[in-house]
């Protein structure tokens, strides 16, 4: 696959990815300014409400159904793509049934009373209208139509936030419900439309073999997000357990400095890897070999590392600025923090698409191990590294983890090809990170944050044109959909 392609699509996907994030971004600001940090803390539980009975509800079908349906021969697809709609159907319908059962236990969880139970059944319809998306959006994705889901993405987060507002506004809380639940729908609807256009149904009958292959990769991606928010959980309470006063002020601080820097850090990865999952899975989905997998993988880890490098020097080099910019001055204790998960994000760009392979051409058996591997060494980082070191801690061990994860996965990416990553590959990350500590180590010498823009200008600047010149050397036949 053309270096050319797999740059053009990472671009115009973070397009859609930066336009989503500005739409939640005015919103949140909307949101402050009407109702303060009360509006805030409200929509905040109700996007967890919703996106948790997504994630149970939807059983992995996104990722699932892109690895099914990519990888299946040209005989096989149309019966692959009508097991995805039958599936897709069954899991919205419970989800459904089950949401509207779980409103009041819900209730007495978020709230300790049932005086929003109207919202969160409000919310609770937009759980279907989400699990379908997902399903549609697969279709699209192992179809290659990466141009039709940057324009749904778009679409739906545009118009969600158009009218949204006035309904935020004029009916309060109720109003926040309905604007999740409308966005929700307006996402299914676009998805659907396109999909239906670009992977019309067919009259092929799926098979009952089918829908449980699709189940029995749902479960093992289930099984790693249970042990990834009981990891997380495991790391939010060993900080309040390390600071004075369990629960009191002093811990609940600590914990808002890490939870913001990890916020901050990982809007850096949601944008490159939403691209990671997009296009680069259902392409190393339907590799022809191990060889051609890995050849891919390799161009999409230095696609992400010229598209995060700059963002990445801009954490190391301006995160006091940062912090203060998207929060305030009192969130400075979060810097060290702050530079240990940019380094992060880093061994990510390589653990990520290596990560994405195995998820692709594994075994099932290979990615329950994998997806249980990185969760529990990071509980076990958590527990050797929290209590002494505290937040800087749960920061450093999110960076270990995501080195040691990397070196695993180059050992078994190594297995299944027969072969290590190319020289080109490891000069690019030589090259980049290099450059990251070297911008990390002259700002120590600096008198002002401000001197980190000259480090990040100078990195983007180079970035850019390295993207240009690429994009005009390789021909555009492989153009996006």
């Given at each position: 696959m053309p270096f050319a392609r797999i740059l053009r699509s990472t671009a115009l996907l973070a397009?859609?990815?930066?336009?989503?994030?500005?739409?939640?971004?005015?919103?949140?600001?909307?949101?402050?300014?009407?109702?303060?940090?009360?509006?805030?803390?409200?929509?905040?539980?109700?996007?967890?409400?919703?996106?948790?009975?997504?994630?149970?509800?939807?059983?992995?079908?996104?990722?699932?159904?892109?690895?099914?349906?990519?990888g299946a021969d040209a005989s096989e697809k149309k019966r692959k793509e009508a097991a995805v709609r039958k599936f897709g159907r069954r899991l919205a319908a419970v989800s459904l049934v089950g949401v509207i059962l779980f409103i009041i236990p819900a209730g007495y969880l978020y709230f300790v009373s049932q005086e929003h139970a109207v919202e969160l059944l409000i919310v609770g319809l937009a759980v279907p209208c989400m699990v379908a998306t997902a399903m549609w959006t697969s279709l699209l994705q192992a179809s290659g139509q990466i141009g039709a889901l940057v324009r749904t993405q778009i679409i739906a987060a545009v118009g969600g936030l158009i009218a949204g507002l006035p309904l935020i506004y004029f009916f309060g809380n109720i109003g926040i419900a309905i604007s999740i639940l409308w966005?929700?729908?307006?996402?299914?609807?676009?998805?659907?439309?396109?999909a239906r256009l670009l992977v019309p149904p067919s009259e092929a009958v799926p098979l009952e073999s089918d829908i449980r292959e699709l189940m029995q990769l749902g479960l093992i991606f289930q099984i790693g997000l249970v042990l990834g928010v009981v990891a997380s959980v495991t790391t939010t309470a060993l900080i309040v357990r390390h600071y004075p006063g369990w629960f009191g002020a002093s811990a609940l601080a600590h914990v808002g400095y890490f939870l913001a820097a990890l916020a901050l850090t990982n809007s850096v990865p949601a944008l490159i890897f939403q691209v990671t999952q997009m296009d680069f899975?259902?392409?190393?989905?339907?590799?022809?070999?191990?060889?051609?997998?890995?050849?891919?993988?390799?161009?999409?880890?230095?696609?992400?590392?010229?598209?995060?490098?700059?963002?990445?020097?801009?954490?190391?080099?301006?995160?006091?600025?940062a912090l203060a910019f998207f929060y305030n001055?009192?969130?400075?204790?979060?810097?060290?923090?702050?530079?240990?998960?940019?380094?992060?994000?880093f061994f990510n760009m390589l653990g990520s698409p290596l990560g994405f392979w195995?998820?692709?051409?594994?075994?099932?058996?290979?990615?329950?191990?994998f997806q249980a591997l990185v969760s529990v060494m990071a509980v076990i980082l958590a527990v050797g590294l929290v209590p002494p070191f505290g937040i800087e801690g749960a920061a450093a061990a999110q960076a270990v983890g995501a080195l040691f994860f990397?070196?695993?996965?180059?050992?078994?990416?190594?297995?299944?090809?027969?072969?290590?990553?190319?020289?080109k590959t490891w000069l690019w990350l030589a090259v980049c990170g290099a450059a990251l500590g070297l911008g990390s180590w002259l700002m120590t010498k600096a008198s002002s944050p401000y001197w980190g823009l000259l480090p990040t200008a100078l990195t983007a600047a180079l970035c850019v044109g390295i993207y240009l010149e690429v994009v005009a050397k390789e021909p555009h036949a492989d153009e996006l959909a």
């Open positions: 397009k859609a990815g930066v336009v989503t994030a500005v739409a939640a971004a005015i919103r949140a600001k909307f949101i402050s300014w009407c109702f303060g940090a009360a509006g805030i803390g409200f929509i905040g539980i109700l996007n967890a409400f919703s996106a948790r009975a997504t994630e149970v509800g939807g059983w992995g079908l996104g990722t699932s159904a892109v690895r099914t349906v990519a966005a929700a729908a307006l996402a299914g609807f676009m998805s659907w439309r396109a899975y259902p392409r190393v989905a339907a590799a022809c070999d191990e060889n051609e997998a890995r050849h891919i993988t390799e161009k999409q880890v230095q696609a992400c590392l010229l598209l995060a490098t700059p963002l990445i020097m801009g954490i190391l080099t301006m995160g006091p600025l001055a009192e969130f400075a204790p979060a810097v060290p923090s702050l530079n240990w998960l940019a380094w992060t994000i195995v998820n692709a051409r594994g075994s099932l058996r290979a990615v329950a191990v990397a070196i695993v996965l180059l050992i078994f990416t190594r297995l299944s090809s027969g072969q290590w990553l190319g020289v």
